[in-house]
Nanobody, 129 residues
């Protein structure tokens, strides 16, 4: 059974860094669109960064461009989100997911949360002094 498990979250001061990991089990991490989403308390889940190795396309939310980097290690079957210069507004639970529509390119704005599946349990990121 294919599963995704997120880890790497924690409490960090503004300006700090974290690297989130999404480990795939029960199968290979798909080469189609996969991504990271964030859900803050009382808010809807939103796309943060997505990628596709089919055509090497990527997407990053404007608010994280230049600070967050999505990457993957196929040998380890893992997806990463490296987060630098963290801000209070980055606080939330971070989830990784697989786009359930088989397209080669990352959709505009990465796609909607309901178009993704195989969500893990999430990992909490809290940015606070």
């Amino acid at each position: 059974q294919f599963q995704l498990t997120e880890s790497g979250g924690g409490l960090v001061q503004p300006g700090g860094s974290l690297k989130l990991t999404c480990a795939a089990s029960g199968g290979a991490l798909p080469s189609y669109v996969i991504g990271w989403f964030r859900q803050a308390p009382g808010k809807e889940r939103e796309a943060i960064a997505c990628m596709s190795t089919r055509d090497r396309s990527t997407y990053s939310r404007d608010s994280v461009k230049g600070r967050f980097t999505i990457s993957r290690d196929n040998a380890k079957n893992m997806l990463y989100l490296e987060m630098n210069n963290l801000k209070a507004e980055d606080t939330g639970t971070y989830y990784c997911g697989v786009y359930t529509i088989l397209v080669n390119s990352v959709p505009q704005d990465c796609g909607r949360p309901y178009e993704f599946g195989f969500w893990g349990q999430g990992t909490q990121v809290t940015v606070s002094s």
